[in-house]
């Protein structure tokens, strides 16, 4: 079984341009969620989606800011308007549900950086 | 969801074993515990998750007190490879929402 798969690796961009990243949850899985990294620091949770829906988007800027997970295709993270502060590392993860016994499996995440 | 409490970081040598405890002097009744590892420039990997007394996988065991308020990730016969950080996080079941705290640096010295 494929793991969850993220694209690109390594994202550059200059400020003021979009970033969009990019997430292939686990076969079978319909549970995505988004966390961002810093340097030497732990993951901060962004947004949970299950198909085509938001369910949790508290930890995610009002602004700038948006995601998705559509019937069909990958999960996308998309970042409008980057600024140097966005450079972060953004994980995805995803899970069969939400349960016990039920722990998400993260991908290798996409390394933002803002030029 | 609980806070967790873990040392910053810990060294140690082939073949030893590692124990990491947390503290989690809130957790709630639903809560359970699951500790992650994580190798640089990759996600964190799922290691073990219990709720109390011990759990063991092929990779660690994990031990909670009847209190539930600390746990402690135990580590056999670590390799270089195990040169890691780990996390603790506490929450319901899998958890919406995961927290992760500043986890230990785990370094195995040859």
């Known amino acids: 079984n494929a793991g969850v798969m993220q694209n690109p690796r390594h994202l550059v961009r200059r400020r003021g341009q979009e970033a969009r990243l990019r997430c292939s949850p686990m076969?079978?899985?319909?549970?995505v969620y988004w966390y961002r990294q810093l340097p030497e620091e732990g993951l901060k949770f962004m947004v949970y989606?299950?198909?085509?829906?938001?369910?949790?988007e508290s930890g995610m800027p009002k602004e700038r800011f948006s995601a998705e997970f559509p019937k069909e295709g990958p999960s996308i993270l998309r970042i409008q308007q980057v600024v140097r502060g966005d450079s972060a590392a953004y994980f995805c993860?995803?899970?069969?549900?939400?349960?016990?016994?039920?722990?998400?499996?993260f991908g290798d995440g996409t390394r933002l950086s803002i030029l | 969801l609980a806070k967790t409490t873990q040392p910053i970081s810990m060294d140690s040598y082939e073949g030893q074993e590692v124990n990491i405890t947390c503290s989690h002097n809130n957790i709630a009744t639903n809560d359970y515990i699951t500790w992650y590892q994580q190798f640089p420039s990759q996600g964190p990997r799922f290691i073990i998750q219990g709720y109390k007394t011990k759990v063991t996988n092929e990779v660690a065991s994990l031990f909670i007190p009847a209190d539930r308020k600390s746990s402690t990730l135990s580590l056999p016969r670590v390799s270089l490879s195990d040169t890691a950080v780990y996390y603790c996080l506490v929450g319901e079941a899998a958890g919406n929402k995961l927290t992760f705290g500043g986890g230990t640096r785990v370094l195995v010295k040859p």
């Open positions: 989606l299950q198909k085509e829906n938001i369910i949790d």
């Open positions: 993860a995803s899970s069969l549900g939400t349960g016990r016994n039920q722990p998400q499996h």
């Open positions: 076969k079978g899985h319909s549970h």
